[in-house]
């Protein structure tokens, strides 16, 4: 079996009954691996910009940063790439800013810590817009937003970065700056209700399933004593999930998914089932959704969604999936 989904990789990712899905990595680290090809991959759906900055420290200088997120554009020259601005607090402190609080996970983490400090914001985006001269690839994707003016304070600082980046091109290079997509996650469930507030001002949303589980079933992700609560196939995040395509649709937004969801097997096939055509996941995950979809038709999976919307339990939820994936094979 192993062999045959390796066979797929260079076929499209597209159900029986011609439905296709666009699949995206996230990755954390440059690494030197060809991913677009050895994958094939349309780009990368989440860079977690955090990870760099937790193994350092401090905080690196523009410099550094422009260098770093250099090679991850030049490294996918051609293919998106969804930069995700610093997510740091909750489970990722930062070695250099102490961050004590009870609830680090309701209290100063992604957008919030960075709105508090705009000089870092403004630091990433610049280096960011300074990485992407001459590829044109980048785009920008905000953490953890709860409200529209925490969108609309990022959008201006990224304004800002724009024009005092292109500025300062314009007496040096001859290369043009492009004006990198802006996308929201949405992670935090106040967002769902949100979403014609925000959609006018950015180009897309990404939703966080890992964090939307958390925030919604209140369990924390990382709590061994609560981690059979946890659980993304909780009928009420389905609910959730579903709701969020629908409105996306409504609205005419791009939404793709990036949570760890999206490269479970069972969750992609759900995701499929709402509509969702945009999926995001770690390496190893790629070849098996991939052959998953290539293996079922969409129009079946209607009947999975329904049953599993009306379930009572993750664990009901699950059953109907597995049958749905046994039947496909
Ligand atoms: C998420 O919350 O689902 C997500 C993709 O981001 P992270 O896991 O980095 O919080
Ligand atoms: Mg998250």
Redesign the pocket.
Known sequence: LRQKVMQARDLPAETTDGVRVQLNL?VGLNTERDWLNDLNVHGVG?Y?T?IPFMMRERLPTEDEQEELYSQVLEQFRGAPVVM?TL?VG?D?PLPYLPMDEENPFLGWRGIRMTLDHPEIFLMQIRAMLRASVGRNNLRILL?MITSAEEVDESVRMIHQAYHEVAEELACSVDEQLFEPQIGV?I?VPAMIYQLHCVADKIDFF?????????YMLAVDRNNSRVASLYDAFHPAVLHALKQIIDRCDALNKPVSV????AGEPGGALLLLAMGYRNLSMNSYNIDRIRWIIRHIAADDLTEVLQRSLAARSPYEVKQQVIMALENAG
């Open positions: 996230n989440l977690r955090e995700r997510d909750g990722k953490p996650m992670e990404s939703v966080g399933t890992n964090d939307l589980t958390q990036c949570g760890e969801l």
